[in-house]
């Protein structure tokens, strides 16, 4: 398909509007028998973007509530992944688009738990242990 004439063709929509027809009319019905799992990473990042993020959230929380009366939707699974908790992404504290999520915590590596990478600092640095603490320090335990 020409996802760019597509695109036009949905004439005035929101970008949020067009990107839940384009969900709706293409991926689920183009292709029935395949399940999708949409990624979205950095989301801590979107109250940045030029259109209402709350919209946003709001389509996926649509797409969730569909599931309980049309199987189409059972096949679309989204992840968001980010350093913010539910509650803080949306804009407008009055809609709650993320009361059936589950939010799960990620707690930094111990330096037990990174000494695994210890053997590829060995080569560049004269004290890999010393190094791989302040790392694990200076991020958090993210190394």
């Not at 999708?36 to 996926?60: G, K, N, W, Y």
């Not at 707690?107 to 037990?112: K, S």
């Amino acid at each position: 398909m020409d996802l760019p004439q597509w695109w036009a063709a949905q004439g005035t929509l929101s970008p949020v509007q067009k990107l839940g027809n384009f969900f709706e009319e293409i991926l689920l019905n183009s292709f029935p028998q395949e399940n999708f799992f949409i990624f979205v990473d950095e989301i801590d990042s979107v109250q940045s973007l030029r259109f209402p993020v709350d919209d946003f959230f709001a389509l996926v929380r649509y797409f969730y509530n569909q599931r309980a009366e049309y199987p189409l939707y059972q096949r679309l699974t989204w992840a968001l992944f980010g350093a913010a908790s539910p509650s803080a992404l949306g804009r407008d504290i009055r809609r709650t688009p993320f009361n059936v999520g589950i939010a799960i915590s990620l707690p930094g590596f111990t330096l037990t738990e990174a000494a695994s990478l210890l053997p590829g600092l060995i080569p560049y640095v004269e004290r890999p242990q010393q190094v791989l603490s302040a790392i694990l320090e200076w991020t958090d335990g993210q190394p």
